[in-house]
């Protein structure tokens, strides 16, 4: 696994891995993925107990629109 981590870490200018930028690199993207799951779980919550109101609203517009 090291291999793997120290030819994605490689340094074009160096040649040196710097295998501390990529695990905070990866770090920072895990964290901001969790984040952003949490966020559209909460917003989920907030919809799923009117989602059927929310629907039969848009029905009846698109029901509207269709009349001449």
């Not at 990866?26 to 059927?52: C, H, K, M, T, Y």
Request: proline share 4%; charged share 30%.
């Amino acid at each position: 696994m090291l291999r793997k981590l120290d030819l994605i870490a490689g340094d074009a200018a160096t040649g040196t891995p710097n295998r501390s930028r990529v695990v905070r690199q990866a770090l920072a993207e895990f964290i901001a993925q969790r984040d952003r799951v949490a966020r559209e779980s909460a917003e989920w919550a907030r919809w799923v107990p009117r989602i059927d109101e929310i629907n039969r609203q848009a029905a009846a517009l698109v029901a509207d629109q269709a009349e001449p």
